[in-house]
């Protein structure tokens, strides 16, 4: 394996709280957890995109089961740091799932209201089981009764961005987790 390239702090973050050594270590040993729970058997991964796509696909790599894979899209921050209020489902799944396991991957658990809705939505198609996975878990924040079932990491109430978390559609490529300069933070003028 190449070595792990360094790279500078990015302009806009104030520090980074998950490296990408971390997040790469970390997900290796999620893989081996799916392992523990699902055995040899097939399942099922929905992911709720834009902000879980790159650790469900870093995440997928290391699963060794048959797995089927659908996407649901969820609108809950627009180009706010804090959640809108109520999540607004823009694309539903297109998979059946009805008696199948099912592996929900999120990259953030925070208020819980995103997660509370969709996992009661997907409930409703009847899966055989349920499970619930996140990258990040900041309970700080938490404003629904719901815990994940696999957590990557616990992070404390910052915002933060990177590997997929963005701010306005922004920073979704860092290879890092790193918490916003505050003075971004702001709603921009970004056209």
Not at 3 to 19: F, G, I, M, Q, R
């Amino acid at each position: 394996m190449p070595p792990t390239k360094t790279s500078a702090l990015h302009p806009d973050l104030e520090s980074v709280l998950v490296t990408e050594t971390q997040i790469r270590r970390r997900i290796k040993k999620l893989g081996t957890e799916l392992k523990e729970i699902y055995g040899d058997d097939e399942f099922t991964v929905i992911s709720i995109i834009n902000g879980a796509i790159i650790f469900t696909a870093d995440l997928l790599r290391e699963i060794e089961n048959p797995i089927r894979l659908d996407c649901i899209r969820i609108s809950s921050y627009r180009n706010e740091t804090k959640s809108i209020g109520t999540p607004q489902l823009v694309h539903s799944l297109t998979l059946d799932i009805t008696k199948r396991h099912v592996l929900l991957i999120d990259d953030i658990l925070d208020t819980g209201k995103t997660l509370a809705m969709v996992t009661n939505m997907v409930k409703k198609l009847k899966p055989a089981t349920l499970k619930v996975c996140v990258l990040l878990d900041k309970k700080g924040r938490r404003e629904v009764d719901f815990n994940a079932d696999i957590v990557g990491f616990n992070i404390p109430d910052k915002f933060v961005v990177g590997y997929g978390l963005d701010f306005a559609e922004r920073y979704r490529n860092l290879p890092c987790i790193g918490v916003l300069k505050p003075h971004l933070q702001n709603p921009p003028e970004w056209t």
